[in-house]
């Protein structure tokens, strides 16, 4: 049986600089999927040759505390620094996983890749929401080159499934996990199908980010963002469409304790919220370190 739509919306603007970003979770409807509770987007830019490369220089640079922030790129190259010393880069296919835990500062620009010709940029930044105890925990980092993302090709030639975060079929992300929780890149050639059977209990949604496509027998337009119930079934995704068409599926099970929000910080209660600002301004996150090259 198909499960049924709880939902579709389409983001919100919420543009840095020249980049057109989307904000897709938190929406009117839900403030999370599982433990993800932020999605954003940004939308493909051709870029020109000759470009100067953008420089982390602390212009860019903000707190996090209480999640781990997940940057996956599509296109492009992005360039990481943090208060805890940690540098990379990492380029189109990959990701970055940061665990902000008991509080951070990040520093993070995206620009072409160097190692391809399509002069684009193309990326998506999620956070997740740690349980209590990891948001104690000192932060951590974790780079991940598109070579390292576990991917499956599809039967039938119909396309194929790289897993960036959690487990499918045998594959397993590198990121770890504190509850279960899942993140699908899907990609369906034209006249293809492809089904997801969904746990029960568990919190699915799906992106559609460039493309429109028919899921569970109706027709969604790119860029919305759609949930489902929380019965067992299956995810049914047909491409109707002269070209492929890329999909994203997140969740996982039900984050059970409170969510307040504020700013950069994710925490359980408004006194947490307000001592994760005390011990920012207080410079107990550290500072970045720009004196050093990747």
């Not at 492809?194 to 559609?208: D, I």
């Not at 027998?217 to 049914?236: A, Q």
């Not at 599926?249 to 910080?265: M, R």
């Amino acid at each position: 049986m198909k499960k049924k739509i709880s939902f579709s919306t389409q983001g919100q603007r919420a543009d840095i600089g020249e980049y057109i970003i989307n904000r897709m979770l938190p929406n009117r409807y839900a403030e999370a999927v599982g433990p993800f509770v932020f999605l954003d987007h940004a939308l493909p830019i051709k870029h020109s040759p000759g470009e100067p490369i953008k420089k982390v220089n602390g212009s860019g640079a903000h707190p996090h505390r209480g999640i781990a922030t997940l940057t996956y790129v599509l296109n492009g190259e992005a360039d990481h620094h943090d208060s805890k010393g940690h540098q990379a880069k990492v380029r189109s296919g990959g990701a970055q996983w940061m665990k902000a835990g008991n509080g951070i500062i990040h520093d993070e620009v995206l620009n072409v890749d160097p190692k391809t010709t399509d002069l684009l940029t193309h990326a998506f930044q999620f956070w997740i929401n740690l349980p209590s105890k990891q948001k104690a925990e000192p932060p951590e980092y974790l780079p991940i080159q598109a070579g390292e993302v576990p991917q499956q090709m599809l039967s039938d030639k119909r396309g194929w499934i790289k897993v960036i975060v959690g487990e499918y079929d045998n594959m397993y992300s590198k990121i770890p996990n504190y509850s279960k929780q899942f993140l699908y890149h899907i990609h369906l050639e034209p006249g293809k199908q492809f089904s997801l059977s969904a746990e029960k209990g568990l919190e699915y949604a799906a992106f559609l980010p460039l493309q429109n496509a028919v899921i569970n027998d109706t027709e969604f337009s790119k860029g919305e963002f759609i949930e489902f119930d929380r019965d067992e079934g299956t995810i049914e995704i047909n491409n109707n469409a002269k070209d492929a068409v890329d999909i994203i599926i997140f969740g996982g099970e039900k984050y059970n304790e409170p969510i307040i929000s504020g700013g950069p910080f994710v925490m359980n209660s408004k006194a947490e919220i307000a001592q994760a600002y005390s011990d920012f301004h207080a410079g107990k996150y550290g500072e970045i370190d720009y004196s050093r090259n990747n």
